[in-house]
């Protein structure tokens, strides 16, 4: 019955750490559990049974659980768990176009700090170097940066 016992603490302890490193990675609480139960486990092992067999069953449940997280690493199931796509792109630039330094529209907008100018019928959020500015006033393009338009 000793047997048993033994052998049930070590292999939930040793399941419970699979768990939490194939299935539920990061929440550390399954992981902390396992380790508590195959220490409970050799704990278990040094009062029921001799000391140099309970240091062999030490050894062996130490070999057991990194073999088992090696192979877990190593045979590739992480590949199933993982993302295999990356996403592409950026920031929309081509909203830029046409549009330089210097250029003169008009404020489609009340821009307060932030706001919309047109400037050769191409509309565009701008920000305003000057504060308030109100719809319908002209604004001129001063700066174009990091795809921002600042306008005076």
Do not use: C, H
């Not at 399941?15 to 486990?41: H, N, Q, R």
Request: aromatic share 12%.
């Amino acid at each position: 019955m000793e047997l048993f016992v033994l052998s049930a603490l070590l292999i939930i302890g040793l399941v419970l750490l699979l768990v939490e490193l194939l299935f539920i990675p990061g929440t550390t609480v399954v992981g902390v559990l396992g380790f508590l139960v195959s220490g409970a486990g050799l704990v278990f092992a040094f009062l029921n049974f001799d000391y140099t067999l309970a240091l062999w069953i030490t050894a062996l449940a130490l070999f057991l659980n990194f073999a088992a997280v090696g192979y877990g690493f190593s045979s590739g199931i992480w590949k199933k768990f993982s993302l295999k796509s990356t996403q592409s792109g950026g920031v929309f630039e081509e909203r830029m176009i046409g549009l330089e330094v210097g250029m003169k529209g008009i404020a489609v907008s009340d821009i307060k700090p932030y706001g919309k100018a047109s400037f050769a019928e191409i509309w565009v959020e701008v920000k305003s170097e000057s504060g308030f500015i109100e719809v319908k006033s002209p604004v001129t393009i001063v700066k174009i940066e990091n795809n921002k338009i600042t306008v005076n």
